[in-house]
């Protein structure tokens, strides 16, 4: 049975040879995805990084020499922190009325039969996956002053509506197309709780509402993060639902960035605005996942 | 205390609960509805409502621009899903089956694009085309056009990184001993990949691919900066009209749009139930 | 004969912790050998490296005498049958039984045939077309156990294959596999934390704690005669009684009683004497006692009924001694507070160091 063979005993050497072979398929496999992410993904964020620094001339072309800060000097501008402040308002005010009507909805479906759950959630499905820019200009018609909602007031006596092209407005769009964010992640926080937990708490004395302080919004606190940075991350930088919903004189940031590209031809400053944005949104989504770290 | 029986009496806390579902239910499908109604409407003016016609659904089906822009949208997607799907499912595998060195900056650099606001996305592919085209022109004298190709490929570029996070999340519930099974059953590594991972995590990628396929059609922002003359998709060109106002061929279009996206959805479900298998085996024990 | 795997010298680092720990063990060809250990023990890991799921940091492992360390698990004649079986959740019965077949490439007449006849040996075969999650868990464990020996591997590998049952089902299912293994006369290599099942089934047992083989032989040896205190420990009931060595045949316990056991130690020595409970008869102070035996008088402190058994601890100047005594009819019982003596064999003490 015995046949003679060349295979050696295995030393240290032998076995990490085995492994770098190991290690050098998993480099193979991740190639392609890496290569197309450096070239469309990477080096385009390092050309915001050195356009940032650039120069504008006087005809609005970006002159790759005599690098400078000006374009993040210019970001303490008055103006700037004007709009930097409304979209960051805006921001906190969607991302809070979404948690305070998503928290009851979501803990209303995740305690249902399962086939009931299962119904109510393909209902919440629908609208997240229909398309965004659709389902913002819904809005706009709803909201018209010879639209719909507008008849209705007036044939009960009252005003016509008069919101669309206001910060409500957008405030109602970004609600409006975010709430599915923040349903998800509070459902599938609250549905994988263990309810015994609350049963637990209640056996120890405590009334229902503090055996929901004490036990079951702690525990679904993953899902309270999570959701509100799906929601505040996106409508921070939102461009669509205010450009459609707002007004002239309701600027935001992601309209902001936009007519430095496609109006003012400021590359320079509006790569700064761009990189200023992201740094804010990364350092969220960091502190996100440390507080999620320390929930888990 | 109530002890609960068969039927519970509602609590107060329980029917402000219902209401408020109902009342979120409301707002998610009155202005989806409105929309749909007025799509309808025979009058010129969006507001009024004269009687149900076909009429601005055979406008758009006769708009030359509409149609281009579906097809720019279809070609757009079918190409971006596709490759993004391929290399994100292998960014997952990567991630999720190897160790190697450097693993740590490939996966910041896989999950970044998720985290960049679209409007930086936008900027970001907007100066690296206009400035590689310049680049290539100085180079060998050739100057390509935006359009579809850097509408696609900026597509690619984003969707890579939701596909890898779909399917790794899929990845990471399989139990690995499923593939040393087949490894152990003389499978080698692309027949353990072809005859076991893949099957079960197909769910995954076809999850992905379909988040792919919505991000691609629902993009506004990256496209608009990256797309040329004449080559817009279709929610780019009818942010253009809604812009310039309200008609009732924006309604007739979007709600083609949202029957769309209603059939994706459908399709979807239809997929899960069929394999809503857990890709953990001894779990489940039924009585024999 | 060729062994049928033969380790030497094996060692595997995981970063650094030691998981297993210079290895030196051969298995016969047909043997039901057992790993026994607790868990983290090393005996999955090593069990692991065998089927090729690990590499060897260092060490020889052969299987039939051909060398296989860093051979990756397809290019070995073992099969494994998983903890918690691994069976394919997609594909039927036959299917998973039928795979590694496929992967042979072999003719479908032939798979179709050998499939059959797995599926007969496991009387499964009303369930070619389940899926696993269609079987009760017993089930799911004979069809991974087909689809193993289907390939009629040149050893067999079984990773705790018995844990996820209950109690009943794995009593039965030992006596199932012990009795397949006989049939099949393919070597078993059999992990389990489990001391009962290892005795039940296994031809020879290895016991393994942190990453090292403390003892390797039949199951009477390990169960009568534990080389060391923690597989004494381990393994069954056992009294742990510390002693000094007085000489060859002698040791002395806590309260200077001298008792005659073999002790293989040198004198002066502080080692453990291990008596299992059941080795010891409990007497009357004026009962007589028969010649040559070990005794030492106590006073029963604690009487439990068991059923089949009864358990008394006895104070002695030792220290508390657990007894176990057969529920015979007729036995006489002794009450809380009774003085006894407690007899035992010379040949029944097992001295270990520690």
């Not at chain 2, 003389?186 to 079960?200: D, I």
Request: charged share 15%.
């Amino acid at each position: 049975m015995t046949a003679p063979t060349d295979r050696q005993a295995v030393t240290p050497e032998l076995e990490a040879a085995a492994e770098r072979a190991a290690s050098r398929r998993g480099v193979l496999i991740a190639l392609p995805s890496w290569a197309y992410l450096s070239l469309f993904f990477a080096i385009p964020l390092v050309i915001v990084l050195v356009y940032s620094f650039a120069t504008r001339s006087s005809t609005g072309l970006t002159q790759l020499r005599d690098w400078n800060l000006d374009s993040y000097a210019r970001l303490w501008d008055p103006l700037v922190g004007e709009i930097a402040l409304r979209s960051l308002l805006l921001a906190i005010a969607t991302t809070a009325i979404c948690l305070a009507v998503s928290y009851p909805f979501a803990y209303y479906i995740a305690t249902r039969g399962p086939t009931a759950r299962n119904i109510l959630l393909v209902l919440v499905m629908i609208p997240f996956w229909s398309n965004f820019l659709v389902r913002t200009y819904a809005w706009r018609v709803l909201l018209g002053t010879d639209g719909p909602l507008s008849q209705l007031t007036q044939a009960l006596g009252g005003e016509p509506i008069r919101l669309l092209f206001t910060n409500t407005a957008v405030l109602i769009g970004l609600v409006y197309g975010y709430l599915p964010f923040m349903v998800l992640p509070l459902y599938a926080a609250l549905e994988r709780m263990d309810w015994r937990l609350v049963e637990a708490a209640r056996d120890l004395y405590a009334d229902g509402w503090t055996a929901f302080r004490k036990v079951t919004w702690p525990l679904s606190r993953p899902g309270v993060i999570a959701g509100s940075i799906l929601v505040f991350i996106p409508t921070l930088g939102a461009y669509v639902t205010p450009a459609i919903l707002g007004g002239a004189r309701t600027t935001l940031l992601g309209d902001y960035i936009v007519s430095q590209f496609l109006a003012a031809r400021n590359q320079p400053f509006g790569s700064a605005l761009s990189i200023a944005v992201m740094s804010v949104m990364l350092a969220a989504t960091i502190l996100y996942f440390r507080s999620g770290a320390r929930n888990l | 205390m109530s002890i609960s029986t068969g039927v519970r009496p509602k609590s107060p806390t329980e029917r402000l609960l219902a209401a408020n579902s109902w009342l979120v239910y409301a707002f998610f499908y009155a202005p989806i509805l409105v929309l749909i109604v007025f799509s309808f409407n025979d009058n010129n003016n969006v507001g009024i409502w004269t009687e149900p016609s076909l009429r601005w659904y055979r406008a758009m089906v006769e708009n030359d621009d509409v149609l281009r822009a579906i097809r720019t949208s279809l070609i757009v997607a079918a190409v971006s899903t596709v490759i993004s799907t391929v290399l994100g499912t292998m960014a997952a595998l990567a991630l999720e089956r190897f160790r190697f060195r450097g693993q740590r900056v490939y996966d910041g650099l896989v999950y970044l694009p998720i985290i960049i606001p679209d409007v930086t996305m936008a900027v970001m592919l907007l100066l690296f085309f206009a400035q590689s085209f310049r680049i290539l022109d100085g180079l060998i004298g050739w100057s390509p056009n935006f359009g579809i190709g850097t509408i696609s490929l900026s597509h690619i570029a984003f969707n890579i990184s939701f596909v890898a996070v779909v399917v790794r999340a899929r990845l990471g519930q399989l139990d690995p001993r499923l593939e040393e099974a087949a490894a152990d059953l003389y499978a080698n590594q692309w027949q353990t990949f072809r005859r076991v991972t893949l099957p079960l995590i197909l769910p995954g990628v076809l999850g992905g691919a379909l988040l792919a396929l919505t991000l691609s059609l629902d993009d506004v922002v990256v496209t608009s900066f990256v797309a040329g003359p004449g080559s817009t998709t279709l929610p780019v060109y009818v942010f253009g009209l809604v812009r310039r106002g309200v008609t009732p061929l924006i309604n007739a279009v979007s709600t083609a749009m949202l029957v769309a996206s209603m059939i994706l959805v459908g399709i979807s479900l239809v997929f899960q139930r069929g394999t809503a298998s857990s890709p953990r085996v001894a779990e489940a024990h039924p009585p024999e | 004969m060729t062994d049928a795997v033969t380790l030497q010298g094996v060692t595997k680092q995981f970063g650094d912790v030691v998981a297993v720990c210079d290895l030196d063990l051969a298995i016969a060809d047909g043997e039901f050998f057992s790993l026994l250990g607790p868990s983290g023990c090393g005996k999955t890991t090593t069990l692991r490296m065998i089927a090729g799921f690990e590499f060897p940091t260092t060490g020889s492992l052969k299987i039939h005498g051909q060398e296989m360390g860093l051979e990756p698990p397809n290019k070995r004649p073992v099969n494994t049958v998983f903890q918690s079986y691994a069976l394919f959740p997609h594909m039927t019965v036959e299917e998973n039984v039928g795979f590694g077949l496929l992967m042979k490439k072999l003719g479908s007449a032939d798979i179709a045939e050998r499939v059959k006849r797995a599926l007969d040996m496991v009387q499964l075969t009303h369930r070619a077309a389940a899926t696993p999650k269609q079987l009760s868990g017993g089930q799911q464990q004979r069809v991974a156990l087909a689809r193993a020996l289907v390939n009629e591997p040149e050893v067999l590998l079984l990773d705790e294959p018995l844990g996820a049952l209950d109690l009943k089902l794995r009593q039965a299912m030992q006596l199932e596999l012990k009795d397949l293994q006989e049939r099949v006369g393919i070597t078993f290599i059999y992990v389990t934390h489990d001391q009962d099942e290892a005795l039940t089934m296994s031809d020879r047992i290895g016991v393994m704690n942190e990453g090292e083989l403390l003892q390797v032989g039949v199951p009477q040896e390990i169960y009568e005669h534990p080389t060391s205190r923690f597989v004494a420990d381990f393994i069954g009931e056992i009294n742990l009684l510390p002693a000094v060595v007085v000489d060859h045949e002698t040791v002395r316990l806590l309260g200077n009683h001298p008792i005659s056991a073999s002790t293989g130690a040198a004198s002066g020595n502080e080692v453990t004497v291990a008596i299992r409970p059941e080795r010891f008869e409990l007497y009357d102070l004026d009962e007589p006692i028969p010649e040559g035996m070990n005794r030492i008088e106590g006073t029963v402190s604690r009487r439990i009924y068991h059923g089949d058994v009864f358990y008394y601890d006895v104070d002695t100047p030792a220290g508390v001694i657990e007894a176990k005594e057969e529920n015979r009819p007729g036995v006489e019982l002794y009450e809380v507070g009774e003085r006894t003596i407690v007899v035992w064999a010379p040949a029944a003490t097992s001295v270990v160091q520690e």
